[in-house]
Structures are given as C-alpha cells and as structure tokens.
C-alpha cells in the first residue's frame, strides 16, 4: 500500500506564497500545508485555513529567520543582536556547537509559536520546521517537548533517502549537487532523531521525498517518485507560490521557482499516474 503526503511549506510568509498554497490544494494534488507563526502574512494564511478545512495545516515551526514569537526577554541567547532569529541554519548551528543557547529557551519559542496558531482555532495536524532545523538533537528534543505540550503525534521525517528516484530534471544542475549534498550531511543525525521519535511517541512517514529538488521540483521529478518502488507513507515536500513584487523582496532564495513548483503541482497527470500506482494522497489526518 502507498500513501502519500504532498505537503507545502511555508504558509504565512507571504500572500503570494498562501495563494499559490490554496491554489495548489484546490486545483492540484497538495493535501497539507505547515503554517509559519511569524510569517508576515500568517493572518490571512488562518482566514484561508479555516476556507479550506479539506487542507490539513500542521506548524512549521521556525528559529532561522524572522522575529520570534515570545518576548525577547525570554529567548535572548537565541536571538541576533537586532532581536531577529539566526538568518541561516549555519548561523543557529554555530550558536547550538558552541551550547550558548540553552535548550529551554528554544522550547519558550516553539512553545509561542504553537500558542499563537492555536490560539486562532487551528487543530494542528502535525509539526515540521523551517530549513530542517529538527534534525539537529537538540531542536529535535525541544520539538519533543513543545509539540507533546499541546497534544501534538506527528513530526516530519526530514531524512530523505540518499539514493532516492528523482527524475533527470536536475541531475545536472548545480543546486541539485548541493542539494543532494545537504541531504547527505544530515543523516548521521537520523539514529539520535529515531530515538527521540520512539520516546516522544511520535507517528511519522516511512519516507520523505523534496530536499534534493528545492527549487527544482517539476512534473517529471514528482512522477518519477510516484513511480518509484517504495511501500507505506511518503510526504513530498514542496514550495509552490505565486511570484510577487512582495516575495521577490522576501529574504528567501526560492522566488519564480515558486511558481514552477506551483504549475507542477497543478499537472492533472499527476492525480491519474496516483490512480494508476495505487497511491493514497492524504494528510497528517490520516496518519497520525
């Protein structure tokens, strides 16, 4: 059996992002999004939300880029000396290496952060974070904490398969080499993640298909990972949006490839290759 969950990041950041969202949902194959708490357009990303209740929305939860949630007093160690979040994952790894962020204060932010979508009348489906985050321990561990707080079970398997099938699209593509070199360098974290996991008692995919296409993610690549012999629950992640002058100002390298995915997404192949492979397309609600 196989089910599979298309999910698109990144709901909040900005309206462009949202309505691609929400355009992928009704007229393409995404079935779940995670919402960003300080994304600058999280308001209108609930409104859509509570529009579309056939889209499961989960947390992405974020401690790189943006403004925290909780009040700064709370989380000084974690913050820039503007007050921001680290701007890139290496920066917030530098500060986890050197232990000068204590654990509790990035379980104060994740906690606010699902307090604020929470508070909006949003049952979470699940939880994942901006730029992978979680796999580091020590965000996995404070994830734990925060996510078990608000009764939350499921949490993205961000490790995705060094070998997967992913289509010819990319492979000579220099953003796909580095992709896949990212994609590698995390794995010696997955033993240390599976344990976490079992402890917490957190339901999560088999598999995860998306971080060597970011950026590249077109209709051959998805139907080249429908097609691929795996077996039990998958998610494909994705970025889809509608390029605006509001998102080329966004701090984010993802821009028209935005609306490349979104186009992708939107194939109506893609929904009869999933009938045709006897592939499930589902949310969190449907695992967890």
Same mark, same amino acid.
């Given at each position: /059996?196989?089910? *599979? ?12 992002v ?8 009704k007229?393409?194959i ?5 919402? =960003?708490a ?7 990303a ?8 056939? *889209?499961?929305?989960?947390c ?6 943006g ?8 989380i000084?160690?974690l913050?820039?000396s503007?007050?921001?979040l ?32 929470t508070?909006?009348?949003? !049952? ?5 974070t ?37 289509? #010819? ?8 080499? !580095? ?14 993640? !599976? ?17 060597? #296409?970011?950026? /590249?993610l077109?209709s /051959?690549a998805?139907?080249? =990972?429908m097609?691929?012999p ?6 494909? /992640? ?5 390029y605006?002058e509001e *998102?080329?100002q966004?701090?984010?390298?993802? !821009?028209r ?7 992708? @997404? ?10 045709r492979?006897g ?7 449907? @695992?967890c």
């Amino acid at each position: /059996m196989k089910r *599979l969950i298309i999910n698109a990041d990144d709901f909040g950041f900005t309206r462009g992002v949202n309505n691609g969202i929400v355009q992928a949902h009704k007229q393409g194959i995404v079935t779940s999004t995670t919402i =960003m708490a300080n994304g600058q357009a999280f308001n209108e990303a609930v409104e859509l939300a509570r529009e579309n209740p056939g *889209l499961g929305v989960g947390c992405h939860l974020s401690i790189v880029g943006g403004r925290p949630v909780a009040p700064a007093t709370q989380i000084r160690s974690l913050l820039e000396s503007d007050g921001s979040l680290p701007p890139t994952w290496t920066r917030l790894a530098l500060k986890l290496t050197r232990r000068a962020v204590p654990p509790e204060q990035i379980v104060i932010e994740f906690r606010a952060q699902l307090e604020r979508i929470t508070r909006c009348g949003i !049952k979470l489906t699940h939880v994942d974070t901006h730029k992978h985050s979680h796999t580091h321990p020590q965000v996995m561990k404070a994830l734990a904490i925060a996510a078990g707080e608000f009764g939350i079970k499921c949490v993205r398997n961000p490790f995705e398969n060094v070998f997967a099938r992913v289509g #010819l699209a990319g492979v000579a593509n220099w953003s796909f080499v !580095k992709q896949s070199a990212l994609s590698a360098a995390i794995q010696p974290s997955v033993i240390q993640f !599976k344990r976490v996991i079992r402890k917490a008692g957190f339901e999560t995919p088999n598999r995860f298909f998306g971080v060597k #296409l970011t950026g /590249m993610l077109d209709s /051959m690549a998805i139907r080249s =990972m429908m097609e691929a012999p795996w077996e039990g629950t998958a998610e494909l /992640m994705c970025h889809p949006g509608i390029y605006d002058e509001e *998102l080329e100002q966004a701090r984010t390298r993802l !821009k028209r490839e935005r609306e490349r995915e979104l186009e992708a @997404l939107c194939d109506p192949s893609l929904r009869l290759i999933a009938e045709r492979h006897g592939i499930e397309l589902i949310d969190y609600r449907g @695992l967890c």
